[in-house]
């Protein structure tokens, strides 16, 4: 069964500042990891998506990266402003051979965030 | 990116009435959707993927007689809560894939939430 775990559970820092989100997962069988942001309230935004034949990701000030062996991810927040306080969610997608529930998406806990200014 | 398209975002009913909740890809069709729910400060969890043209596949513990759902075209799935109770009280998150791109992303929805009486 896949565990996801996500470190720090929270995090508080200075607008301005560098950070990583690190995020772990059990079973390396992977179709993919995707990383998201959650509002309070509010639905899940897709960041960075990265497949299982991929090293990294990148959008904007975001730097995603996979390393399947070790079962770890990282979520680089270069330049940290308080726009980005949010719930942020890694979750990976399971190779699933058949079936109806291909693609069946596990999520850790999450990372709480705040940027204070 | 693809929109995927919730409604109602919030509802209030009483104990033992019945909540239908849609989901809806805006741009894109989808055979396979996937709901959850999340409590509060909590990670979501996935209730069920619901197959279109089939009986969606639930997870364990999850009440199929209690949790209705129905996926009557590419672009729509329902969720239908019978029989309300206060503990059914819950975030409930819809999620789908884009067939044509078919890169294992997910689109989620904004999120239904629910409040019983």
């Known amino acids: 069964k896949q565990e996801v775990t996500q470190i720090p559970a929270a995090l508080s820092v200075p607008e301005g500042e560098n950070l990583v989100l690190n995020c772990s997962f059990t079973d390396s069988a992977i179709y993919n990891l995707q990383w998201f942001r959650q509002d309070p309230g509010k639905g899940l935004t897709s960041l960075l998506l990265i497949q299982s034949s991929q090293r990294e990701q990148t959008s904007g000030r975001l730097n995603a990266s996979l390393d399947k062996s070790s079962g770890r991810s990282t979520l680089y927040i270069a330049a940290s402003q308080p726009g980005d306080s949010a719930t942020y969610l890694c979750?990976?997608?399971?190779?699933?051979?058949?079936?109806?529930?291909?693609?069946?998406?596990?999520f850790g806990q999450g990372t709480i965030l705040t940027v204070h200014p | 990116g693809a929109v995927v398209s919730q409604h109602p975002s919030w509802v209030i009913c009483k104990s033992g009435t019945s909540v239908k909740i849609e989901c809806r890809s805006l741009?894109?069709?989808?055979?396979?959707m996937f709901w959850y729910r999340q409590f509060p400060k909590q990670s979501l969890m996935l209730m069920a993927t619901?197959?279109?043209?089939?009986?969606?596949?639930?997870e364990q513990g999850v009440e199929k007689d209690k949790f209705l759902i129905n996926h009557a075209s590419l672009t729509l799935s329902t969720l239908t809560v019978t029989s309300a109770h206060p503990e059914d009280s819950s975030f409930y998150i819809c999620s789908a894939r884009d067939l044509v791109q078919n890169t294992g992303e997910l689109f989620f929805g904004e999120g239904s939430r629910l409040t019983v009486l």
């Open positions: 741009d894109f069709q989808a055979t396979t």
């Open positions: 979750a990976v997608i399971s190779l699933y051979a058949g079936g109806t529930s291909y693609g069946k998406l596990t």
């Open positions: 619901s197959n279109e043209g089939s009986k969606a596949t639930y």
